[in-house]
């Protein structure tokens, strides 16, 4: 892969879900001055399929796993768009501060929250203040 051949650093574009591949964000390849590099995170898109329940899909793994993605391509530096989980995948990469994560010149978090853990918790009082229990549950899920 010649990530040289633009004028710009590369793109480095991370998609939500997890479990959404990232061709709804094929768009952004319309960009002539740099390559875009599309990342599809384990189980996703084009992406391998480990064994359910195995520690690749932890918020750690996956960091891991953009890592050594990044390390096999052979970027010296890039940007990064990190959209919806795409975003919690980009700055807990950055936050690992892993070598690749010091190569990336920027950052764009779209629509992405920089903590889980606060998110459950503000989805747990919306609940609450709604007054009532979830009449049927989500499968797996407690609130």
């Known amino acids: 892969m010649a990530l040289s051949s633009q004028k710009g650093s590369p793109l480095v574009v991370l998609h939500g879900g997890p479990q959404v591949p990232s061709d709804y964000l094929f768009p952004l390849s319309g960009v002539e001055y740099r390559t875009v590099l599309f990342y599809d995170q384990l189980g996703c898109g084009r992406s391998d399929t ?46 690992a501060g892993g070598p690749a994560a010091a190569k990336c010149r920027s950052v764009v978090l779209a629509n992405s929250p920089t903590s889980v853990r606060q998110v459950e918790e503000e989805a747990g009082v919306l609940v609450e203040q709604a007054g009532s229990p979830l009449e049927t549950p989500l499968p797996g899920k407690q609130l």
């Open 50 to 95: 480990p064994a359910a329940g195995v520690a690749e899909y932890s918020v750690a793994g996956s960091v891991a796993a953009l890592e050594q993605v990044l390390a096999g391509v052979g970027v010296r530096d890039f940007h990064l768009l990190g959209q919806s989980w795409g975003g919690i995948l980009a700055y807990e990469f950055l936050r």
